[in-house]
């Protein structure tokens, strides 16, 4: 448990959240601000910042705890589809330093966009391709 963390609080139950679901490693609840009815965050119980530090078992818990909310969000909200999103780091939007994984309903009359997309230039993807090839462990 992190000092000043608000999700290590909702996960010792200081502070109140509307739970949807609950196992050994890993909770889910509503988030407070929906961009939709049913906006669900699932989070491991310890804490982690984010995907950066998270170990790789502890990651798999989360993983799959977001299948079942995922489909559980899409047919108890009668959503169409849902979004699973998760920002890491302030560069990213990530506000809450407890790593959370963002479940959103989606409904195709929602209005909600998609990011805006680029281009690579000539050779450019290959470029960054290698860069990340050469950053993997
Ligand atoms: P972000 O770190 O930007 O991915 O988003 C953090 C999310 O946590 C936001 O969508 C907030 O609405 C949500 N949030 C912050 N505090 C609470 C809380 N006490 N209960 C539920 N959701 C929260």
Redesign the pocket.
Known sequence: MEKDC??C??VSGE????KIYEDENTLA???????NPG?T?VIPKEHYRNILDIPEDEWEHVAKTARIVARAVKAGAGAEGVNV???HEPSA?????HL?L?IIPRFSSDGLKHWPQGAYKEGEAQMVAEKIKNALP
């Open positions: 608000v999700f609080k909702i502070i109140p959240s509307t609840f509503l988030d407070i601000r929906p961009v906006h965050l999103s998760s920002s939007g990530q506000e809450v330093f959370h963002h």
